[in-house]
């Protein structure tokens, strides 16, 4: 079965601060590993990682992914207090025909930006 | 706004009730999801259907009946359920179901209330 571990599960900082969130994770046939940020109630997309070692950007988010290691990681530097949110991680596996299994998502990191 | 719209956005139903929720994406997107989101617990795949036809099913108890009458609309038909069944259900939907078609799209969801 896979699993997705994230930590840690809540998170207090102050504006300003740069956050390192963690997402391990066990697929038994991995495809991708996404990230996405819960405000209030919607998911939004942030993030999809395939290979390992290339670092995706956007604005003053980053994320890497680690193959061998079986982990990501999710950078936010300068943060403000938008960036309030739970950010939720997931991997997509694939089936032994080649099918998609779905997204398995963790637990999710509650990140709170104090002013 | 991500293109996808869930109604109703609250819900309170007592245990002998029957209501439906349903799920509208304008993203021209083939593949459709429910998930159930509950506190403290990950993101949980209930149903996937892509082109209309159901293609994962994940254990869900029969209480729960997903309806997909074309690749714009989603259903989820709810009688007899039980205060357990209280959460979060979000729809999202994607363009394909593996790769970077399965980045998908979440609605804002129905907060249910079972009494």
């Known amino acids: 079965e896979d699993k997705v571990v994230q930590s840690p599960l809540s998170l207090v900082v102050h504006e300003g601060d740069t956050v390192t969130l963690n997402c391990s994770y066990e697929?038994?046939?991995?495809?991708?590993l996404l990230w996405y940020k819960q405000e209030k109630k919607a998911p939004t997309f942030l993030f999809m990682l395939t290979s390992s070692g290339i670092e995706k950007k956007s604005g003053r988010l980053s994320s890497i992914l680690d193959k061998k290691e079986l982990f990501s990681i999710l950078n936010i530097t300068a943060t403000q207090t938008g960036d309030s949110a739970i950010y939720l991680c997931a991997v997509e596996g694939f089936n032994s025909g080649g099918g998609a299994d779905g997204l398995t998502f963790g637990k999710g990191t509650h990140l709170i930006i104090q002013p | 706004e991500t293109g996808v719209t869930q109604t109703p956005r609250h819900l309170v139903m007592g245990m002998t009730n029957k209501k439906s929720l349903k799920c509208e994406q304008h993203?021209?997107?083939?593949?459709m999801y429910w998930y159930k989101q509950s506190a403290k617990k990950p993101l949980e795949l209930m149903f996937v259907?892509?082109?209309?036809?159901?293609?994962e099913n994940n254990s869900v108890p029969s209480r729960f009946s997903p309806e997909c009458p074309n690749s714009s609309h989603l259903f989820l038909h709810l009688h007899t359920l039980q205060p357990e069944d209280s959460a979060l259900y979000l729809c999202?939907?994607?363009?394909?179901?593996?790769?970077?078609?399965?980045?998908?799209?979440f609605g804002a969801g129905t907060r249910l209330s079972v009494l």
């Open positions: 993203l021209g997107h083939n593949a």
């Open positions: 697929v038994t046939n991995f495809r991708s």
């Open positions: 259907y892509n082109f209309k036809e159901q293609t």
């Open positions: 999202a939907s994607s363009q394909g179901t593996s790769g970077a078609k399965n980045i998908q799209y």
